[in-house]
């Protein structure tokens, strides 16, 4: 455990325009299909993070050209699935990111060699039984290492057909994206129909990842929101030059910051993009923020924020930023569908409650719900306490504490460079912004 602290005074203001880095989920869903396109791609605005770090070291080991020109990353397609030598088992290191994991499990089980994936302790403690049943359905030879249902795992690659596939997608829908991405590229006769199954989450994320197979040329018909008709035989184009929208999930903390203590506008994010992240704007309206929607862009202005009873399935990690934010709104904050959170970089639930109460919040928790009361609605003239808050390695718990600097009591944020998972300068751009 790192031991490194930063305390971030308070009260502050802030006021300004911010172009926030690329999007974690576009960059890493770019980077893989442009590997398994034809033609180079000339990524822009590509995140540059632990996460991505991930991605590409993975890409590189497997004999993929990448090459840093300028800002832009040229990844040279394969125009297929990858081929590695077949005498020595190719090992993955994919740290904590799960974009890295779950899609590259699938791309791999349909290439030739043989794999090994695994990651940090935590990448060890998220599932990934529902992706490996489906990908088995359709033929392929995974192996878990360790413990049944998790990484790591071994991978022997081998031809996977096209057919009849059903997918659980109640735990992450990063398991379904991970296997619509490589459906178009199987052989076979007849079209893949896939059904999912289970009470679906996080759903704005499949259609980052449809949007995104059709940039890349990918044929795929959505028939409802269960089931698709995925023609086989096909190939992935590149787009040519490719650009990464600004993430979404990061334009939380200062949109947020904007709401509660002056005006802030970020760009490379807005009404047009893909992301599902861009309904936390719509949020901060319902809680009183004022808010402007453009195409590429969001302002906020502060305004009297009260809470509210939020359903935010669709947006698991902007949520978190929710959960701060109740601290500055009058009453209770209810966050609701969000059992999910328990399976991500940490119990983020129980992570949430546990910190939440340190600066004096009441704070209800269940299997997936939490309830936030802020000190001065439990209590006329009681006031937020000064904390340290343990970030349990979780890049959101560090980002979204930090909206504590817009009280007078301020905060103190252990492990704060965990935010590389996504926001390297996250800090730096904070400061940056607030006074
Ligand atoms: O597909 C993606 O890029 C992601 C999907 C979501 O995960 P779940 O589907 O597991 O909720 C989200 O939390 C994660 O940060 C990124
Ligand atoms: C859940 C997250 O990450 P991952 O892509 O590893 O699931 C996240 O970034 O909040």
């Not at 504590?404 to 800090?427: M, N, R, S, W």
Request: with cysteine.
């Amino acid at each position: 455990m790192k031991h490194n602290a930063l305390t971030l005074s308070g009260p502050r203001v802030t006021e300004g325009c911010i172009r926030l880095p690329g999007s974690k989920s576009i960059s890493n869903r770019a980077l893989l299909l442009a590997a398994l396109a034809e033609g180079t791609t000339r990524i822009d605005n590509l995140l540059v993070s632990d996460d991505t770090h991930w991605m590409l070291s993975a890409l590189k080991q497997l004999g993929v050209s990448v090459q840093q020109v300028g800002q832009q990353y040229h990844v040279q397609g394969r125009a297929g699935f990858f081929a590695a030598s077949q005498l020595a088992q190719v090992s993955l290191f994919l740290g904590n990111a799960g974009t890295a994991m779950r899609p590259l499990c699938a791309a791999l089980a349909a290439s030739s060699g043989s794999f090994e994936l695994t990651g940090e302790p935590r990448m060890k403690e998220r599932p990934i039984g529902p992706l490996v049943d489906a990908l088995r359905e359709l033929g392929a030879d995974i192996r878990y290492l360790e413990e049944e249902g998790f990484p790591p795992l071994e991978i022997n690659g081998s031809t996977l057909l096209s057919g009849q596939v059903s997918i659980d997608g109640s735990l992450s829908s990063q398991y379904i994206s991970a296997l619509l991405m490589i459906l178009p590229l199987l052989e076979g006769q007849e079209n893949t129909r896939l059904e999912l199954t289970g009470d679906l989450v996080s759903l704005p994320y499949i259609d980052i990842t449809l949007a995104m197979m059709r940039e890349f040329g990918a044929q795929v018909e959505q028939l409802d929101e269960r089931t698709f008709l995925i023609p086989p035989g096909q190939r992935y184009v590149s787009p040519g030059d490719y650009l990464v929208e600004s993430d979404a999930s990061s334009a939380s903390y200062f949109l947020a910051a904007g709401a509660i203590a002056g005006q802030i506008r970020v760009e490379g994010v807005g009404s047009a993009s893909l992301q599902g992240d861009k309904a936390f704007a719509d949020v901060l309206a319902r809680m009183g923020a004022e808010v402007t929607i453009e195409p590429h862009a969001i302002e906020v202005q502060a305004g009297p924020l009260q809470g509210g009873d939020f359903d935010l399935n669709a947006i698991p990690d902007a949520a978190m930023t929710i959960a701060t934010l109740a601290l500055f709104a009058q009453g209770t904050t209810c966050i609701r569908n969000i059992g999910n959170w328990r399976i991500k970089e940490t119990d983020r639930l129980h992570a949430m409650a546990t910190e939440l109460r340190k600066v004096g919040a009441g704070v209800e928790e269940g299997e997936d719900w939490i309830c936030i009361t802020p000190p001065s609605s439990l209590q006329a003239a009681t006031s937020i306490q000064h904390a340290t808050i343990e970030t349990y390695n979780d890049h959101r718990m560090a980002m979204c504490f930090a909206l504590l600097a817009f009280d007078a009591a301020g905060v103190t944020i252990l492990d704060p460079q965990c935010c590389e998972k996504t926001y390297p300068a996250f800090f730096h751009d904070f400061n940056q912004l607030t006074s």
